[in-house]
């Protein structure tokens, strides 16, 4: 364990000394931090947060105060338009979505419809939206994505995620007229995320040569989709010429995509908490901010203790690197015949022989915001006294996805 990962389970054991585990903090410190460190690397191109890489209101208008950040990137549309009644004036909806009451009460609603953008990449999102409309008259702003995903091999090899269909600069041109030929939409935007390169660690312990083979791919795809963006942007533009905003990156591709002239504003999120799963990237270090504490519970053996729960896995492809990582102390691993289980979780390692009865193992969770499903509430820490209280989405009631 180095000194920085032993002081800070002092400070968060301290912090958190008079509550009961399983509980969850973020720390104040490096979460100020991190936010710094991804405003110096968007080089003076606003940051739009992606709340569900946050899912807390309250360190989302955190966030959202300090200089260098503006604009939410929301995940589905029931959650936008919570988020503009709660006062955030500027969502953008990263997704399209068939929720027919949402797209009624948009439509309805001039406040809304000013505040939210949607997500669009087929006319048939259209055609949904009309039939949801309910007779609300208001005009839906919109945003056409992107596909940002490599292709090799002449098309026969594809690279990144499977989003929307609009690959080629006049796929995009083509919808921009169809959408400005329409009454009741506006295209504002234009959005590309390159999960593949944002997304995607380049510097894998112990893994050298694919670890190489990650920033070569890498590098390939960002001067393709450099080059391809620009050409995309100019063709809206020559529809829209007013068009507002261009978005792309994200937390592990800040300052290249923020290279890009046609980019106007950067997507960022899973940086602030800085889960396990951002700890592989030789572009940027942040510090650990989100962990969640499990109890002991169990004393099985020589070697081996028990905690309380701790089964939270992340999404996207079943992997050990979806499980939560057993933090601090350092040296916990998981039982390889059980993991992480859904009421209790054997670790295993020399450090389990100083855990009492009581004592709490420090987690942190494979990705960012899906840590707020799992606790009502995070405990805000600072130094080592937790200062503050808030709910997560959760807590207030609210599982949008």
Not at 52 to 62: D, G, T
Not at 226 to 235: L, N
Not at 342 to 363: H, K
Request: aromatic share 6%; hydrophobic share 45%; proline share 6%.
């Amino acid at each position: 364990m180095t000194a920085a990962a032993g002081g800070d389970r002092a400070r968060y054991d301290r912090a958190t000394a008079h509550l009961d585990a399983p509980l969850a903090v973020v720390d104040l410190d490096a979460f100020d931090a991190n936010a710094d460190d991804l405003v110096q690397r968007a080089g003076g191109k606003p940051i739009r947060v992606a709340s569900k890489s946050v899912r807390c209101r309250a360190l989302l208008e955190r966030v959202l105060a300090r200089p260098g950040f503006a604009g939410i990137m929301s995940y589905t549309l029931a959650e936008s338009v919570w988020l503009a009644r709660s006062g955030f004036e500027d969502v953008l909806l990263a997704y399209p979505s068939a929720d027919r009451a949402g797209f009624a009460e948009l439509a309805g609603d001039p406040k809304l419809a000013a505040a939210i953008t949607v997500m669009v990449d087929d006319p048939a999102q259209l055609e949904l939206i009309d039939r949801s409309r309910g007779g609300g008259t208001q005009e839906v702003r919109v945003c056409l994505e992107l596909d940002t995903a490599l292709h090799v091999l002449g098309g026969l090899v594809r690279i990144g995620a499977r989003r929307s269909p609009l690959r080629e600069p006049a796929q995009l041109a083509a919808l921009a007229r169809t959408v400005a030929a329409r009454p009741g939409f506006r295209v504002v935007g234009l959005m590309g995320y390159e999960g593949h390169v944002a997304g995607v660690g380049d510097a894998l312990a112990g893994r050298p040569l694919r670890s190489r083979a990650i920033r070569l791919m890498q590098a390939a795809a960002r001067r393709e989709l450099a080059a391809r963006r620009a050409e995309a942007v100019r063709a809206v533009r020559a529809v829209v010429p007013d068009l507002e905003f261009v978005n792309g990156g994200g937390t592990g591709s800040v300052q290249q995509t923020a290279a890009e002239a046609a980019v106007t504003e950067i997507a960022a999120g899973s940086g602030l908490y800085l889960p396990r799963l951002f700890d592989n990237y030789t572009s940027f270090r942040g510090r650990p901010a989100a962990l969640f504490a499990q109890p002991v519970v169990r004393r099985p053996g020589v070697g081996v203790v028990t905690v309380l729960g701790g089964g939270y896995p992340a999404s996207g492809a079943a992997g050990p690197d979806r499980l939560p990582e057993p933090y601090l102390p350092a040296g916990l691993r998981y039982d390889p015949q059980e993991g992480a289980g859904e009421v209790q979780t054997p670790l295993l390692g020399a450090p389990a022989d100083d855990l009492l009865i009581g004592d709490r193992v420090w987690f942190r969770h494979a990705k960012a915001g899906e840590l707020c499903e799992r606790f009502d509430v995070l405990h805000l820490v600072e130094g080592d006294r937790v200062t503050a209280v808030v709910p997560t989405y959760r807590g207030e009631g609210r599982t949008f996805l």
